[in-house]
């Protein structure tokens, strides 16, 4: 018995995807295997056979006609494990079918077997022809990559003090990409220490991280994981981009899947992982078709492999640096040294949370400040009293996720309440909680601890009354800094920094209300000056700037002739 088949079996937890075989491992009727079969080619081989390899790019796909296929994951020594074993009608594969990632697993035939090779043009190709068939391999990729993550298969080992700001930006790195992982909590393992000795590291390089096969990684940076793990991608320089989308937050990400969809040849660089801001909160419940709420996460995820069945390419942990745009097309540098050219430019940066100015206040960054409340800093706060500073829906949300598990709750806001910011949803519920507090007129005035936070003191603007309480976890969601320093001044800013756009921007009537003052280059979402700070807006503006670039693309031939 394999031990995805073992887990399926022992397993209560509806939402685990090895209980539900039929749509995880699902079997095509003959119908649907003739309509695959007309992509591929049919090829007989030896049991033993490897059909591909944990760390390889752009695998093709395969359809088991007779026989059976073996998945195997790597151990700690490097040596294989069966997964699981797929027979007739089932096929291989994951989510990196959809993207040019390193492979988290490795297919041998168990047996000889006859089997439908499908080249991964081809399986783009067929995923856009045959819908209905598409529909049942998006949901199984789905499902196995989220099998993998909530089984901590396939993927790496992180070995580190789990309240230390590192490690937490390992995780959160590790949790937002969808990439699976085991946590060792150095301080509270008893199996710890053993494996850091294994290892022949010193306890003082944690934390780490351990890839089956590769090399322990030190306390890399975000791109040196990325680029540890295959999941950066090389850009060909030569390749001229139809659009370039600067930003995976919910704007950027739906401008990827309609641009892509509609035949645009689509890239999007993020600098951290899909989602933006949203992508960092618990639930987000006003969205439009999602009455009992969805992650940030999840709604990331899913627009990423949306936007990527469309074929669009997504380079993360690349960040964009400056922009050239003197010429066209216009060429974007990014902190690794790449360069990307495309005809136009969607910028959806977004923005960031501002930092109030307080003694100690970097130190204690990722080490008791967060600027994100999802189930990874739920965990540090278990039972304990807690802080939201901000009056937005973001802080709201962050407030009522977190209540479920702290012991206490303080909402500070500088403002009078939160009526002017917040959906009134929101409002009523932190009013009926016994276990949050609203603190009107309040702001930090001090913070302190030793290695980390421990200690906040906050105080009345109009009374100048302070309080100070041992708190542990501050989760900072005020104002909004524009990610546009990489702009170089090629576009209208205003004098926040947000990017004009529209008639704001100079653009005649007739134009987009998302072009900005260099053409072709158009914002949407939060980075765009006038925009309503919602992830809907977000989405709509994204999937509505398409329609400009496509007008804009037709008119590049006239204006060059010009």
């Not at 974007?332 to 100690?360: E, H, M």
Request: proline share 4%.
């Amino acid at each position: 018995m394999s031990q995805i088949e073992f887990d399926a079996e022992t397993s209560s937890d509806a939402s685990d995807p090895y209980a539900r075989k039929a749509q995880t491992f699902p079997r095509l009727d003959n119908e649907m295997v003739a309509r695959v079969s007309s992509f591929g080619s049919e090829i007989d081989v030896a049991e033993g056979t490897i059909l591909f390899r944990r760390g390889e790019r752009s695998t093709d796909f395969f359809l088991i006609k007779s026989g059976s296929v073996e998945m195997l994951d790597l151990d700690g020594d490097g040596l294989p494990r069966v997964l699981t074993v797929q027979g007739e009608r089932e096929f291989t594969g994951e989510l990196d079918l959809f993207n040019n990632r390193e492979n988290l697993v490795t297919a041998r035939a168990a047996q000889n077997s006859r089997l439908v090779r499908v080249e991964r043009g081809s399986f783009l190709r067929m995923m856009s022809a045959e819908p209905d068939i598409g529909e049942i391999i998006t949901r199984a990729l789905i499902l196995r990559r989220v099998g993998f993550i909530k089984h901590g298969q396939a993927g790496v080992v992180l070995i580190g003090p789990s309240h230390a700001a590192d490690t937490l930006r390992l995780q959160r790195f590790l949790t937002r990409n969808g990439y699976p992982h085991r946590m060792v909590d150095s301080e509270v393992d008893p199996h710890a220490k053993e494996m850091v000795a294994a290892l022949k590291i010193c306890a003082l390089s944690l934390p780490v991280i351990v890839p089956p096969g590769k090399a322990v990684l030190q306390n890399p940076t975000t791109g040196e994981l990325a680029d540890a793990l295959g999941l950066t991608e090389t850009i060909d320089r030569n390749v001229i981009y139809d659009v370039l989308v600067v930003g995976a937050g919910p704007a950027g990400l739906a401008a990827a899947v309609y641009a892509a969809s509609e035949g645009l040849k689509t890239i999007v660089i993020e600098g951290v992982a899909p989602g933006g801001q949203a992508g960092t909160s618990s639930k987000i419940e006003n969205y439009l078709g999602f009455p009992t709420g969805i992650s940030g996460q999840a709604l990331a995820g899913r627009a990423q492999v949306q936007a990527q069945k469309f074929g669009a390419r997504l380079a993360i942990a690349r960040m964009a640096v400056s922009v050239d745009c003197s010429g066209f097309p216009y060429r974007v540098a990014l902190n690794d040294g790449q360069t990307v050219s495309a005809k136009a430019i969607v910028v959806a940066t977004g923005a960031r949370y501002r930092k109030p100015d307080l003694l100690n206040y970097e130190r204690f960054e990722g080490q008791g400040i967060h600027y994100a409340a999802t189930a990874m800093e739920a965990q540090l706060c278990h039972e304990q009293e807690v802080i939201v500073v901000g009056g937005g829906n973001s802080a709201g949300q962050a407030a009522m996720f977190l209540s479920q598990s702290v012991n206490h709750l303080h909402i500070l806001v500088r403002g009078p309440g939160l009526k002017e910011t917040m959906s009134d949803y929101l409002i009523q519920r932190i009013e009926k909680s016994q276990r949050i507090s609203v603190h009107p007129f309040t702001e930090i005035s001090a913070i302190g601890g030793d290695r980390y936070l421990n200690s906040v003191t906050w105080a009345n603007r109009k009374t100048g009354e302070e309080t100070t309480r041992p708190i542990s976890n501050v989760f900072m969601m005020i104002g909004a800094a524009p990610n546009t320093e990489w702009l170089n001044g090629c576009v209208k800013l205003d004098k926040s920094g947000f990017i004009e756009t529209g008639i704001m921007a100079g653009v005649a009537t007739s134009g987009s209300p998302f072009e900005t003052s260099a053409p072709g280059i158009f914002a949407v979402g939060d980075v765009r000056a006038g925009s309503v700070k919602r992830v809907a807006a977000g989405v709509g503006e994204g999937s509505v700037v398409v329609q400009a670039i496509h007008q804009y693309l037709r008119q590049i031939p006239a204006r060059a002739s010009q």
